[in-house]
């Protein structure tokens, strides 16, 4: 885990780490094979100011976390492996609107979901951009105020490591 010098962030180190390991556990609850339990056990995490709307990116073994969401701020949840922040609404899971956890969420793009998005590439899974495919982890756009769930075998017959270049999401 790497942070650029000079980066002030709402997260910490140990924010990124937890977040990363309950991504990681969504992802292996899901089915997969050894060597992409490897792959996710591979990846290196870097906080850095990415360029005009991104938010994450991926490259090879290197998953990039803006340091803001592109201006919008993240939401770093305290209980990620619960999901309480978020009701179901349409097929997608949005921040529920009363107390001031779910304030929190429905204010910032998740950090979990964006992980869990980025470890896809890694898994070597491609972006979506079908608005069919809204409510699925490899959409490629994210909204402040929503969480993103993982498939029964998400990740079944990707190639761990199969993508090339950077993969974004935005």
Do not use: C, K
Not at 84 to 95: H, T, Y
Request: without cysteine; proline residues 1%.
């Amino acid at each position: 885990f790497a942070f650029d010098e000079g980066i002030e962030t709402d997260f910490s180190e140990e924010d990124l780490e937890r977040l990363a390991a309950e991504a990681a556990a969504r992802w292996e609850e899901t089915g997969l094979t050894d060597q992409q339990i490897a792959a996710l056990e591979s990846i290196s995490y870097e906080v850095t100011d990415l360029e005009g709307s991104a938010i994450g990116a991926a490259e090879g073994d290197v998953i990039f976390i803006d340091v803001d969401a592109a201006g919008v701020e993240w939401f770093v949840d305290n209980t990620e492996w619960l999901d309480e922040e978020f009701v179901e609404i349409d097929g997608l899971l949005r921040a529920a609107n009363g107390d001031d956890i779910d304030a929190l969420a429905s204010d910032g793009v998740d950090l979990l979901s964006v992980i869990m998005h980025e470890q896809g590439h890694i898994l070597g899974l491609g972006d979506a951009y079908d608005p069919a495919d809204s409510a699925g982890i490899m959409y490629g756009l994210f909204d402040r105020g929503e969480r993103r769930l993982l498939a029964e075998d998400e990740a079944e017959g990707s190639i761990a490591g199969s993508l090339s270049g950077i993969n974004y999401a935005t």
